[in-house]
């Protein structure tokens, strides 16, 4: 039937679809970005006192603890950057670099999401069989493994080749929406910042209070946002 449109017409509703997807994609990204804060908070309160995926933050404390002598300090910040770097390996081998003939959603990042979500699987499972009063050696485990997955989410959001688009690295976005905000830029264009900041807030809170106070839960919160993402995706690069 779109064919049989003429061609200015035919282009509107493409264009109209393309941004239908774009907006789709903003908002799968949005989250994963809960999903980022979510893991960031459990693994700083329950799993040895770093983030899965703030690897500024990490690097950080690897500093700190060189200067201040705290060996477990700078296991646990190496351990993480060390095992998200792995992540981003992984991802990026599976998903490739982004193409001028890219869909919006290409299927391999897709792909990419279904490994960090196997990632996922294992940590819910030595979650399980471990209880609350689990030893270092299987928190610092468990934060291997989120950081890990995160590492696969971050490269496989690159494959969109967007600048400036992610759902682990903020601080950039931080920047770039209080510029826009300095510059007195349209609201349209910083909205889509503001929401993935506020994703990452929310996440980090929500994460915060599950580790607290639901700790069995807190491997849930960051499954069901993943499926969810997967089974939109998957439904977007058919």
């Not at 997955?149 to 209080?178: E, K, M």
């Not at 929500?206 to 106070?213: D, E, K, P, S």
Request: hydrophobic share 55%; aromatic share 6%; charged share 10%.
């Amino acid at each position: 039937m779109l064919r049989t449109l003429p061609n200015v017409v035919r282009f509107r509703v493409a264009a109209k679809g393309d941004q239908d997807l774009l907006r789709r994609r903003h908002a799968l990204v949005v989250v994963l970005t809960f999903l980022t804060g979510s893991a960031d908070a459990v693994g700083f309160l329950a799993l040895g006192g770093a983030f899965s995926s703030v690897m500024t933050g990490n690097m950080v404390l690897l500093g700190l603890s060189a200067g201040s002598g705290h060996a477990e300090l700078a296991v646990t910040s190496g351990c993480a950057i060390v095992s998200f770097i792995a992540g981003v390996l992984a991802g990026a081998r599976l998903v490739g670099s982004a193409q001028p003939d890219d869909p919006v959603w290409p299927r391999r990042v897709t792909r990419a999401l279904v490994l960090e979500l196997l990632v996922f699987l294992v940590f819910l499972v030595v979650w399980e069989v471990n209880p609350p009063s689990r030893s270092p050696h299987v928190g610092l485990g468990l934060l291997m493994l989120s950081a890990a997955a995160l590492g696969v989410q971050s490269s496989a959001i690159q494959r969109f080749g967007v600048p400036g688009l992610s759902s682990t690295y903020l601080t950039g976005t931080l920047t770039s929406l209080i510029a826009g905000v300095a510059a007195r830029s349209p609201w349209h264009t910083l909205r889509p910042k503001a929401h993935v900041l506020l994703a990452l807030m929310s996440g980090a809170g929500v994460g915060a209070l599950t580790a607290i106070h639901l700790t069995a839960w807190s491997p849930v919160l960051l499954l069901v946002p993943l499926v969810l993402v997967i089974a939109v995706s998957a439904r977007m690069a058919e």
